[in-house]
Nanobody
Framework: VQLQASGGGLVQTGSSLRLSCAAS????????MGWFRQAPGKEREFVSA????????YVSDSMKGRFAIDRDNAKNTVYLQMNSLKPEDTAVYSC????????????????????WGQGTQVTVSS
């Protein structure tokens, strides 16, 4: 499967953005999907993930209440809704796909995902 992220941009503090990640190729619903971000000079950070069906979602504690993930298997797309954006949310956001892990904690791990899309830049100005 190939992944194409979009929806990033330059916004002001407190704004919202909805990122999209479109998948093509093999069956989208066979993969769990995740969003990660990487700010300049920092390590890649888990943002959110969603199970095959979309019934289970996982969000980083630092983003709970502001970010939400969902997927539309009919459209082969996963979304990341980001609200109340802060300057510290500035980063390149990437989507990733992986096989369903045996334990929930593994959704948070970079190593669970073996397919990565290019990132989309999100910049939040103060």
């Amino acid at each position: 499967v190939q992944l194409q992220a979009s929806g990033g941009g330059l916004v002001q503090t407190g704004s919202s953005l909805r990122l999209s990640c479109a998948a093509s190729g093999r069956t989208f619903s066979d993969y769990i999907m995740g969003w990660f971000r990487q700010a300049p000079g920092k390590e890649r950070e888990f943002v959110s993930a969603v199970s095959l069906s979309g019934h289970s979602t996982y969000v980083s504690d630092s983003m709970k209440g502001r970010f939400a993930i969902d997927r539309d298997n009919a459209k082969n797309t996963v979304y990341l809704q980001m609200n109340s954006l802060k300057p510290e949310d500035t980063a390149v956001y990437s989507c990733a796909a992986g096989s369903p892990p045996p334990y929930p904690y593994m959704y948070y791990r970079t190593s669970t995902y073996h397919l990565w899309g290019q990132g989309t830049q999100v910049t939040v100005s103060s």
